[in-house]
């Protein structure tokens, strides 16, 4: 899972690295993502992630026309998972870029916070004494 994890990690970081840069203020969205168990978290986290791959696979590439022909408008529902959560991921299409990139920053800093050594350079863990 934390390698899963550390994979959202690095693409939201991309993705947010064309925004500002500055460190966010709290908010209480951020605060609702501390209470989210472990697994809560990491469902979370990978819809996000499923949901910027659709986006960037709908966005036109440079010299190239959009490869909207293929891309669903949402993501479709998986049978593993349950209705709520499909029904979830679905409405994540519906937020506009600059909502989606907020939520993508708060996801990425509550996964900087969980998983401090993913902000390290060379993503090692920090030696115990």
Do not use: W
Request: glycine residues 4%; aromatic residues 8%; charged residues 30%.
């Amino acid at each position: 899972m934390e390698q899963e994890l550390h994979q959202h990690y690095t693409v939201l970081r991309a993705y947010l690295r064309g925004g500002s840069q500055g460190q966010p203020r709290p908010n209480k969205a951020r605060d609702k993502l501390l209470r989210l168990s472990p697994i809560q978290f990491h469902e979370l986290s990978t819809d996000v992630f499923d949901e910027l791959q659709r986006r960037q696979a709908m966005a036109p590439l440079p010299g190239r026309l959009p490869r909207r022909d293929n891309v669903p408008p949402f993501l479709q529902p998986r049978p593993d998972f349950h209705e709520k959560r499909n029904q979830a991921r679905q409405k994540l299409s519906s937020l506009q870029t600059v909502r989606f990139r907020d939520l993508s920053t708060d996801v990425f800093c509550e996964l900087e916070r969980r998983f401090p050594q993913f902000a390290r350079p060379d993503g090692s863990r920090p030696q115990s004494r």
